[in-house]
């Protein structure tokens, strides 16, 4: 029949292929070997689509009965739509089990320091027992099997299960067509309307993901500048401005660095506080820069930190050619294990399925399929809420609850444009995974002096038009997810002191949604090391690491002495009413990184604020 090698059709529906196709399918044979050019794959591809797609796709396909309504909704708009797909082309679907809904009681349980189980976390086994039913997985399974498909990846757990097969299989066994959606030269197939499952499955199944989601714009840090060879100071933040300026515990006198006494942390607490960091598109980081980062400052070497890297992206090669391949991997490492520089350290690189995954998805994925536990994880990544769909955002939240019920938080950036998105437009535009109730959401500060005192006068809130901010400080109010329990009297306290006020922020926001950031810290001007060369490098994306740093350095203090780790730390922070804090009332995120002044933003206050 001249269909490609590659795709060698079934036995039993070759016969079939050729009933289907009729005269139509042997005359476009006939033609092209009476032109004495035949080729198999010429012929095969000059086909029409549906002739193609009859000979591509797998055995008998139960018809799908279950629409699921909205499942291609949230296309972002910088995805353009072309032709159809290629039928005979393979693909990868990614299919999600449905998972207990009761495990947002449980996190409040465990995390609530009013609750009688505080801090009393569950096993591992007993989190997958919630979780997970197993007969949702072996029914994915069956119907994997039933369609032609073959599984080719599947967490330790069965949460998620990667199957492939071709388009025209998909485009049966999901009752959607299937079209190439391109962006910045990279293609993927994905359904252009809602996706269809049987009914037998459609319980145990999620969503289906790869099939009507594309992926959203991801935001990294924003601003890096070159430094003339050995220009430091004060002005600049390094471990040691770090230390000073936040109390954070240091020896400093035994060594020093290139530039006198840095910070120095005993190997003090337990060696089973892993904590990680979080990237993806392509960043590495450089193990020679870390190295180099530690000599220069006179920290530790870099061998005292156990470092486990997954998805091999760990090539300092890369950072020599392009800072940009590495600015964000390189500041994470470098200073999440500046303030915890002995405790296990994961660089956690997520593959994605194709160019139009979801990144939140594939770290949702990663999470599942964890051996090591990570106590502290810190993502220093975001896209508009707007963007994502809620079904992914679901999948992120779930495998957060689950980390913070075996007792994990998750740490992220609250971006570098304001309340204004990703900074090309004014408008309210939340910041996910930053908006999620169920991460610690980490925002941006500066400072007139760094060898000053931290808190209000002299910090003030990081924004790109004051004091050479380079970026703003990401916040606002989520227009997905409610406003958490642990919230109600920060945000309270926060409209009665802004409402009918000059202060009041201007309309369009979800006043009722979960308020973000959480916390905030330094921002501005971190020096890193990146291709052997020292940057300053600004963003949320510096605070969130330095963060992280900090809470899993109090586990391992925590867990050395046979206390529990401290979880999900929201509702702890909130019930504190702040005192764990120093205050910042001056400033506002309303100009974005890209000096877009806009009329949407909050002003700080005493107190909370966004």
């Given at each position: 029949f001249g269909y490609p090698p590659s795709q060698p059709l079934p036995r039993s529906r070759r016969h079939a292929c050729a009933v289907v196709s009729g005269a139509t399918f042997l005359s476009a044979v006939l033609v092209v070997v009476a032109a004495r050019s035949y080729d198999a794959t010429n012929a095969f591809s000059a086909l029409s689509p549906q002739l193609r797609a009859a000979a591509c796709l797998s055995a008998h396909v139960p018809e799908p009965t279950t629409r699921r309504t909205g499942s291609s909704a949230n296309k972002p708009t910088h995805w353009s739509l072309k032709s159809a797909a290629d039928p005979c082309s393979e693909h990868d679907v990614i299919i999600a089990t449905t998972q207990q809904t009761q495990l947002e009681d449980a996190l409040r349980k465990v995390s609530d320091p009013k609750s009688k189980n505080y801090r009393k976390y569950l096993s591992e086994s007993e989190v997958v027992a919630s979780a997970i039913d197993q007969e949702h997985v072996s029914k994915i399974s069956t119907w994997v099997q039933s369609i032609g498909a073959r599984e080719v990846k599947r967490t330790k757990n069965g949460e998620y299960i990667t199957a492939r097969a071709s388009v025209a299989t998909w485009a049966a066994a999901l009752g959607c067509e299937f079209y190439d959606y391109e962006f910045n030269g990279k293609s993927a197939p994905r359904c252009s309307e809602d996706y269809s499952l049987p009914h037998e499955?459609?319980?145990?199944?999620?969503?289906?993901?790869?099939?009507?989601?594309?992926?959203?714009?991801?935001?990294?840090?924003?601003?890096?500048?070159?430094?003339?060879?050995?220009?430091?100071?004060?002005?600049?933040?390094?471990?040691?401005?770090?230390?000073?300026?936040?109390?954070?515990?240091?020896?400093?006198?035994?060594?020093?660095?290139?530039?006198?006494?840095?910070?120095?942390?005993?190997?003090?607490?337990?060696?089973?506080?892993?904590?990680?960091?979080?990237?993806?598109?392509?960043?590495?980081?450089?193990?020679?820069?870390?190295?180099?980062?530690?000599?220069?400052?006179?920290?530790?070497?870099?061998?005292?930190?156990?470092?486990?890297?997954?998805?091999?992206?760990?090539?300092?090669?890369?950072?020599?050619?392009?800072?940009?391949?590495?600015?964000?991997?390189?500041?994470?490492?470098?200073?999440?294990?500046?303030?915890?520089?002995?405790?296990?350290?994961?660089?956690?690189?997520?593959?994605?399925?194709?160019?139009?995954?979801?990144?939140?998805?594939?770290?949702?994925?990663?999470?599942?399929?964890?051996?090591?536990?990570?106590?502290?994880?810190?993502?220093?990544?975001?896209?508009?809420?707007?963007?994502?769909?809620?079904?992914?955002?679901?999948?992120?939240?779930?495998?957060?609850?689950?980390?913070?019920?075996?007792?994990?938080?998750?740490?992220?950036?609250?971006?570098d444009d304001g309340a204004n998105g990703l900074g090309t437009v004014c408008g309210y535009e939340p910041s996910f995974p930053a908006s999620s109730p169920n991460v610690l959401a980490v925002g941006a500060t500066n400072a007139y002096d760094w060898s000053g005192s931290a808190g209000a006068p002299n910090e003030i809130v990081c924004q790109a038009d004051i004091e050479g901010g380079v970026v703003t400080s990401g916040g606002g109010f989520s227009g997905i997810y409610e406003?958490?329990?642990?919230?109600?009297?920060?945000?309270?306290?926060?409209?009665?002191?802004?409402?009918?006020?000059?202060?009041?922020?201007?309309?369009?926001?979800?006043?009722?949604?979960?308020?973000?950031?959480?916390?905030?810290?330094?921002?501005?001007?971190?020096?890193?090391?990146?291709?052997?060369?020292?940057?300053?490098?600004?963003?949320?994306?510096?605070?969130?690491?330095?963060?992280?740093?900090?809470?899993?350095?109090?586990?391992?203090g925590l867990l050395a002495a046979g206390k529990p780790s401290v979880g999900l730390v929201n509702p702890t922070l909130y019930a504190s009413s702040g005192s764990f804090a120093n205050d910042i009332t001056s400033g506002d995120n309303k100009c974005t990184a890209y000096l877009l002044e806009c009329a949407e933003g909050f002003t700080a206050t005493a107190g909370w604020d966004p």
């Open positions: 499955v459609d319980a145990a199944v999620h969503a289906v993901f790869n099939v009507g989601n594309l992926a959203p714009k991801i935001s990294k840090l924003k601003g890096i500048t070159k430094l003339a060879d050995s220009q430091t100071g004060s002005e600049y933040v390094t471990p040691s401005v770090l230390a000073a300026f936040y109390s954070i515990p240091s020896t400093g006198a035994s060594t020093s660095g290139t530039f006198g006494p840095d910070i120095l942390i005993p190997p003090t607490g337990s060696a089973s506080a892993r904590q990680a960091v979080f990237e993806t598109q392509g960043e590495d980081y450089s193990p020679s820069d870390l190295a180099t980062f530690r000599t220069y400052f006179g920290l530790p070497p870099s061998t005292a930190t156990p470092i486990s890297n997954v998805g091999a992206h760990d090539e300092s090669v890369a950072c020599e050619v392009d800072a940009d391949l590495c600015d964000e991997g390189n500041l994470d490492m470098q200073y999440m294990t500046t303030v915890n520089p002995y405790g296990p350290t994961t660089y956690f690189y997520v593959t994605l399925a194709d160019v139009a995954t979801d990144p939140f998805l594939a770290f949702a994925m990663a999470l599942a399929d964890l051996v090591e536990p990570i106590y502290v994880a810190s993502i220093s990544w975001g896209s508009s809420e707007s963007e994502e769909v809620p079904s992914i955002m679901t999948s992120f939240d779930t495998e957060a609850i689950k980390l913070g019920l075996k007792g994990g938080t998750i740490v992220v950036s609250s971006g406003q958490p329990y642990w919230q109600d009297d920060a945000v309270e306290a926060y409209f009665a002191q802004v409402d009918s006020t000059v202060n009041q922020p201007a309309g369009g926001f979800a006043k009722g949604g979960r308020g973000y950031p959480d916390v905030s810290l330094a921002g501005k001007d971190f020096e890193v090391v990146i291709g052997d060369v020292l940057y300053l490098v600004s963003g949320t994306s510096a605070s969130a690491p330095s963060v992280a740093g900090m809470l899993a350095r109090i586990n391992a």
